[in-house]
T-cell receptor, first 114, second 115 residues
């Protein structure tokens, strides 16, 4: 069965520090992977996605993620965090090109200190 | 374009009451889905639809009904609300395309409390 694990429930970083949010997936075929961000009281916004090709994916707001098949991982990174990045981040896997059925991780809440 | 619109934004129900959460999209997307979000559990799929007249169950369908009579609308019905259905509900839509441009667009959510 497909599953997504986000091991870190809560991460705190200082503004300007680098960030890495971990995501591990379980899926039998080539996964289609997504990172979403949710600000308090808001819906989900897509940060980036991986379908195929280059394993380093660039997204919005300066985020990037690297797909590592050997480690079943799709970690999200940002070199320098801004206070406005404080939010909850969700990793998700989809079946093929179908985005009607997404399996989400439990999320990582990011807190940024000035 | 409005994107995905959910109504209402907030709702309080008494146990046993019924209600319908509305979801509409104006992007002509084939796929539409309903998720619920609970603390520490991420988002879980309730029901989804791959087109008008076609629906199927997701991971947590019990207590919910859906129908898809038009491409634009995908309402979620709670027939007899229970406290366990207290949650934040998100509707999503996406384009059924065999390309890398497809992604799911989410509404702003409906926060439902059942007392």
């Amino acid at each position: 069965a497909q599953s997504v694990t986000q091991p870190d429930i809560h991460i705190t970083v200082s503004e300007g520090a680098s960030l890495e949010l971990r995501c591990n997936y379980s899926y039998g075929a080539t996964p289609y992977l997504f990172w979403y961000v949710q600000s308090p009281g808001q819906g989900l916004q897509l940060l980036l996605k991986y379908f195929s090709g280059d394993t380093l994916v660039q997204g919005i707001k300066g985020f990037e993620a690297e797909f590592k098949r050997s480690q079943s991982s799709f970690n999200l990174r940002k070199p320098s965090v801004h206070w406005s990045d404080a939010a909850e981040y969700f990793c998700a896997v989809g079946a093929g090109y179908n985005t009607d059925k997404l399996i989400f991780g439990t999320g990582t809440r990011l807190q940024v200190f000035p | 374009n409005a994107g995905v619109t959910q109504t209402p934004k907030f709702q309080v129900l008494k146990t046993g009451q019924s209600m319908t959460l509305q979801c509409a999209q104006d992007m002509n997307h084939e796929y539409m889905s309903w998720y619920r979000q609970d603390p520490g559990m991420g988002l879980r799929l309730i029901h989804y639809s791959v087109g008008a007249g076609i629906t199927d169950q997701g991971e947590v369908p019990n207590g919910y009904n859906v129908s898809r009579s038009t491409t634009e609308d995908f309402p979620l019905r709670l027939l007899s609300a229970a406290p366990s259905q207290t949650s934040v509900y998100f509707c999503a839509s996406s384009y059924r395309g065999r390309s890398m441009n497809t992604e799911a667009f989410f509404g702003q959510g409906t926060r439902l409390t059942v007392v």
